[in-house]
Each structure stands twice: as structure tokens, then as C-alpha cells.
């Protein structure tokens, strides 16, 4: 871009053409996101000055984000904030990026709670990454008392700077749930646990997209043991800190409910249920404490 001017509507058309011949899928959001972000205005806005021109500072910051969406670097890294059930999240290196068939284990944990939502349940968030889930349910059932682990301190420090920013109270704890040492031992028992853990095998990287594996956390993608090594430990393990009729939510891949079901009976858990996302696949898995 040289010296002449650039309006919004120029600089729109030319980086959507931009983007989709580097290989976006969705060149024109990404291109209006990135924009508003460069202009630190809403989308909508865009079109509403579409024919203000940019100052240089604002189009030397939008072709910076725009090289970087380019080489396929996901959009929320690159404004550092992603939407999650209708809340706003900070995201960083160090934290997955909240995704949408995520929200359903939102969904279904209010949905089963909708009769009595002023009961003050407990509820723990395992691997909490930006802290989406736990605070999500916070803010929607302000009444229960919610503690969230993850084992990476820079997670634990963007999910407290999101439970601030979304104005609700979480008991954040440095816990590697891998570890025997992180359960039994007298702590609070939980009426609901909920977890989005890392259930990728190492050997299915190529059903992956190639910007999460280049760019998100591998410990929050990849786990042992064939992806399951979170749900053995949680099937073996979460009755020991939770209430009798305590209910789990897990996220799971969509190939590996018949496995999560297996591991969880065995253990002796009760009503496995599972729950499908938008696109048909088995995704949300919940069971009763034995
Ligand atoms: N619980 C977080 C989320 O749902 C992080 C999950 C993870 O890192 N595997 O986004």
C-alpha cells in the first residue's frame, strides 16, 4: 500500500482478496475482525465509515495482522480475545482458543441445573485454559462456588484476567490432574466437575487443522494413552472429591465415546449419556458418581 489514500472500503476489498488467495476459509470475517481490532472499533462500524480513509498507523498495524492471519496464525492470537457462550475472553499463546462445540457442555450443565438455579452447588473446571468454562458458569449461575485447575501457570494468570474482566469470582488452583497427589486429601467435594481436557492422540495429527498444531498449546491438544488418559484418570479418580449423585461433563472426541464409556463404567459410573454437536458428532459425555 503506498501513499495514496485508503479508505476502509479499500483496504477491506483489498486484504479479503488477500487472505482467501493465502488460504483462508473465511477471508471476509477474518478480514473485519482484524480491521476493527486495527481501528479499535466495532464490526458493525466498518460499515458505517466505510468511506473514512486509515492513518498510516492504521494501516502499518492492520498489514502487520493481516501478514500474520496470511501464514495462517489464527485470528483470536492475533487480537488476543475470542467469544465464548456470549462472553468475551482473552487468549494467549499459552491457552487453546475456545471453540463452539465447547459451548455445549455449557448448554447441557444449565440446562440440567434450570429448575433450581439459585442452589449453591459446587463445581470444578479441569484444565481451565482461558478459564472459559468456569466462568462462563459463574456468570450464569452466580450462586455456586466454582474452583478451576490447569497446570500451566501463564493459562492460570489469562483465566484470572478474564474472570475480572467478566466480573465473577473463581478459586484458580495449580494442579496437574495427572498427578495421584492432586486427589483425595479432605478438600471440598463437588456436586458438578466439568472438563474439556486434551484428548488428541499423538499419532492423529493429520486430521488436524495444520494452524492448531502450529499454533496452540500441544499440552492443551494431546494426551497419552490414545487421547484417553484424562478420562482414566478422571473415571478412577473424580469420586474421591465429588458428592454422591455428582454429575461429570466432559468433552470428548468424536471417535472415542464408546471408549470414555467403557472406562467410566468399569469404574462403576452410572447414567452415561452422550451428546452430539452441531455437525452429529458424539461430543459431550455425562455420567453419575458411583
Ligand atoms: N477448558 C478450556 C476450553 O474449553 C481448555 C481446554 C484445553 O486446554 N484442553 O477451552
Excluded at 278 to 284: A, C, F, K, N, T
Aim: proline share 4%; hydrophobic share 40%.
Amino acid at each position: 500500500m503506498s501513499q495514496e489514500i485508503w479508505t476502509i472500503k479499500d483496504v477491506l476489498a483489498w486484504s479479503i482478496g488477500f487472505l482467501q488467495k493465502s488460504g483462508s476459509e473465511s477471508p471476509r470475517l477474518d478480514a473485519e475482525l482484524l480491521l476493527a481490532e486495527a481501528l479499535e472499533c466495532r464490526r458493525l462500524d466498518l460499515y458505517l465509515e466505510y468511506s473514512k480513509p486509515l492513518e498510516q498507523t492504521e494501516r502499518d498495524r492492520y498489514k502487520d495482522m493481516i501478514r500474520r492471519r496470511a501464514q495462517g496464525e489464527p485470528v483470536a492470537y492475533i487480537t488476543g480475545r475470542r467469544d465464548f457462550f456470549g462472553l468475551s475472553f482473552n487468549v494467549s499463546a499459552s491457552t487453546l482458543i475456545p471453540r463452539p462445540e465447547t459451548e455445549h457442555l455449557i448448554e447441557h450443565i444449565l440446562e440440567s441445573t434450570s429448575r433450581d438455579k439459585n442452589q449453591a452447588l459446587k463445581v470444578l473446571d479441569i484444565g481451565t485454559g482461558t478459564g472459559c468454562l468456569a466462568i462462563t458458569l459463574k456468570h450464569h449461575r452466580p450462586n455456586w462456588t466454582v474452583e478451576a485447575w490447569d497446570i500451566s501457570s501463564d493459562a492460570l494468570l489469562i483465566a484470572q484476567s478474564n474472570a475480572a474482566k467478566n466480573n465473577v469470582e473463581i478459586e484458580f488452583r495449580d494442579v496437574d490432574a495427572l498427578d495421584p497427589k492432586a486427589w483425595g486429601t479432605g478438600r471440598q467435594k463437588f456436586d458438578i466437575v466439568v472438563s474439556n481436557p486434551p484428548y488428541i492422540a499423538s499419532n492423529e495429527t493429520e486430521v488436524m487443522s495444520p494452524s492448531a498444531i502450529k499454533f496452540e498449546p500441544h499440552s492443551a491438544l494431546f494426551a497419552e494413552k490414545n487421547g484417553l488418559a484424562f478420562y482414566a484418570t478422571f473415571a478412577a479418580h473424580l469420586p474421591e472429591i465429588m458428592q454422591a449423585n455428582g454429575k461429570v461433563y466432559l468433552e470428548i472426541g468424536y471417535q472415542q465415546r464408546a471408549e470414555v464409556f467403557s472406562l467410566l463404567e468399569e469404574a462403576g459410573w452410572s447414567d452415561c449419556l452422550c451428546h452430539k454437536d452441531l455437525s452429529g458428532h458424539d461430543r459431550v459425555v455425562v455420567a453419575t458418581r458411583p
